[in-house]
């Protein structure tokens, strides 16, 4: 008899097991910059299987997603979509804290979102689940938007470019983040691609 976790394959009375699928948290913020790239990689990811995502937004990045005109594609990338409401809704952080996801993603994350978590304010849907996370031994990888003293082209909803300049107060609180035991710093949506996704 065959049960949830296993399938019989063509052999009489053999059992196959399958594996099931790596569980992936991605967390969006307000950050439009990297938007449409993000989007893109997450994309891929999905269509090379085995990874089970649920996406979950803050109020900003509802906006912005909509902004960019990439809401439409969060089905095809995401098994669930959840949307802020406050700090602790819905309860993402106690799905992370007990493993319910093998992996936590905040990808692209704004200044302000990678200031609170250095400073340990965990008063948003996604400060606060990296920072229950964090208490855990599950992988958390943030990709931030101001990383260097440089200045950004970024693309705007319409396509036309924007330069911007990064803040030297940004630079230092991705260096914290960066020094945070726990937390791994991604520099490019295309470094998404080489997390080990296994557990």
Known sequence: MENDANSTDKVPGSVKKTQKPFR????????GDLMTETFKVMEDLKKSGGVDITVFLSKAAVKVVKLYRLWS?????????LVEEDANTPFVSGAL?????????????TANSVAKIVHGIADTLITNAVAMANKTDMKVYIMPVEKERETVVTRLPDGSMLELSTRSLDIENTSKLKKMVGISVLDTPEDIKRIRMSR
């Open 73 to 81: 594609k969060l089905p095809t990338i995401s098994d669930k979509v």
């Open 24 to 31: 992936l948290a991605w967390a969006i913020t307000g950050a």
């Open 97 to 109: 804290q007990t493993g319910k996801y093998d992996l936590l993603l905040v990808a692209p994350t």
